[in-house]
């Protein structure tokens, strides 16, 4: 039986594209679970509708299941609801006025809920973050060191690592190679061959683009909102 | 030239004498010391007295932090709850026992040293408290020294001393994004890397009871690994009388990690 996910992040408060999303993954078959990986505020745009609507889907919705993103965290923060910290990385980053035009963009009624979403999701044999395990923070991209990620699939015992931070959308496959590892301790010496692993890191896009992927076939379709989605293309596998 | 890196030295007078002895008698000047200066041992004050005086630059290891920061700072993963329960008992009695200078000494050790392209931490460079145990994935154990700038790091925290190199490395990868229809293939080459464990000069835990540490030539690049016995029977008495958990004594004189297999066997801390 044909099982896809489909998995968006960085919404930011954007109902009218959410609602495209829906529309799209009404037309495509399979499509079982939306994921979708934080990044579900900002501070452009007042998100309660979109907040509204994903906490309590209409008819038809494909129910989402969701975790907390970057802008969540430094939101849960600044209301001191998450860590020690206030939300010092957005103020460094973008300064007073963002961390005020993030608490305006969302009712405080949402805050319970926005507390209790997970950081993450093992399914199968794949880790879905809006980061990685290192860092919600973290910028994986198709440019990032083969061995960073390979430390990111580690730290999750992970074969696929389906990531948002970055908004880019690709899959970057680890196929081959290895790293000889010789140790000497007071028992003596040793030498071995560690391999790579067949193992991926797929950057799933943000708002409009989105991903599905297709457990089955274990592939992976970057689409934009109004995309045609041919379950006859190959995808990325 | 030739320097001598000691770790985990965990307030024990005696093994620390002896190690320091036995470096002096090589003629080496040079010590760097990678932390955890006190902790489960009787003599915190005299051990930070020690390395204050033949000023040896040191790293704060996690105990160190610790014992500033009070118990939060930890992110340890005991092996139970009863190892967990005298930890904290161990952390109480130092706390206690160490002058306020001691304390200001402790708290103002940087958590990494480095020089050029070596780099000194007590646990990785990510984290005082993250073990790099020889056998740990090959790439992360890469990544973590190639991440942090260096060629060689040395670090401790785990009490088993060793080397480790890593060589020879490659990774194939298969890009696809949304810019190029056709994927993309390539290979990266992998730069060679060492770490060096200096084990526990205060609480051996790699089988044997002798005191361990390490010396590199940094014009050959060796490293040697060396053991010191020391007088342990004079420690184990001295943790007994200060009311410390006898088991500290126990390991001690057994030279590894005892840890109950109880019904709590997949505590983790979580302090």
Redesign the interface.
Known sequence: MIERWALVSGLKGDLETYEMIQSDLKKTRGVKTLFILGDMIGPERNCDALLNRLQNPRRGDLQPQCIYGWWEEQLLAEQGLRGEQKADALRLNQGEEAVTALLNAVNSTHLKWLASLQFGFIELDCGLIHGSSADIGDNLTSETSPLILIDRLTRLDVNRLFTAHSTEQFHLELTGGGLNSHVKDLNGESQYQQKVSKQSIIGIGAGEYYTIYDVGSDKTHFLSVGGQYNTKGKGFA | MKHAVISCLHANLAAVKAVLKDIDQKGISDITCLGDLVGYGPQPNEVVDLIRERAIASCQGCWDEDIIEGLNACECSYPSQLAEKRGHLAHEWTAEQLTDINKDFLASLPTSIRRDRILFVHGSPNSQHEYLL??M???????RV??AGADTLFCGHTH???????????????????SNNN?E?K??N?PMRKIVNAGSVGEPR?G?TNA?YVIHDDVTGE?E?K?VAYDIELTCQAIIDAGLPRIFAWRLSHGFEFAEQAEDASHVCER
């Open positions: 020889p056998d994935n090959a790439f992360a154990a890469l990544e190639d991440k088993q001393p060793y080397v480790r190199e890593l060589k020879n490395g490659s990774i194939r990868v298969r890009l696809q994004n949304t994927a293939e290979e990266i992998l790699h044997s361990t490293v690994i053991e």
